[in-house]
């Protein structure tokens, strides 16, 4: 044998040892990937009763929604009248209303008056200890 055949099986056997050390993290990284499309199925199994059990969710809250909305129009329509009736009151009965208070205001202010100048004073609605 030539020193040229030793070196050409030294090189042989080298090349051999590096296919198999690169060939084990290849399989590892096969067997990781066959676990991976493993899980991403089940994960693709579970979402479909999830998915369909979002679609009855949302078709629930939908019906609900509507109903607030209705509401929402009641209650609407229930204000609108409540101040169109202040409104009504105000105009009918809030300017007589106003005379009324203004006239009686008046009237009680005249007779107070009206006793002071006739010389009997107000009586005194504080009273006084008596002392023993």
């Known amino acids: 044998m030539s020193v040229g055949q030793i070196a050409a099986i030294i090189a042989a056997v080298a090349f051999v040892i590096l ?3 690169l060939a084990i993290p290849l ?3 096969g067997r990781t990937l066959d676990e991976a499309t493993i899980a991403i199925r089940k994960a693709h199994e579970g979402t479909e009763p999830l998915l369909s059990d979002a679609n009855v969710t949302l078709t629930s809250v939908n019906t609900q929604l509507e109903r607030v909305d209705g509401m929402t129009a009641s ?3 229930v204000a609108a009248n409540t101040k169109a009736l202040t409104t009504l009151f105000t105009a009918t009965l809030g300017g007589p209303l106003v005379k009324v208070a203004a006239l009686s205001y008046g009237l009680r202010k005249a ?3 009206r006793k002071l ?3 009997s004073p ?3 609605k504080s009273k006084r200890s008596v002392r023993a």
Request: proline residues 0%.
């Open 27 to 29: 399989l590892k990284l």
């Open 117 to 119: 100048k006739n010389g």
């Open 111 to 113: 007779q107070q008056a």
């Open 122 to 124: 107000a009586k005194s």
């Open 75 to 77: 209650a609407q329509a």
């Open 19 to 21: 296919v198999v050390l």
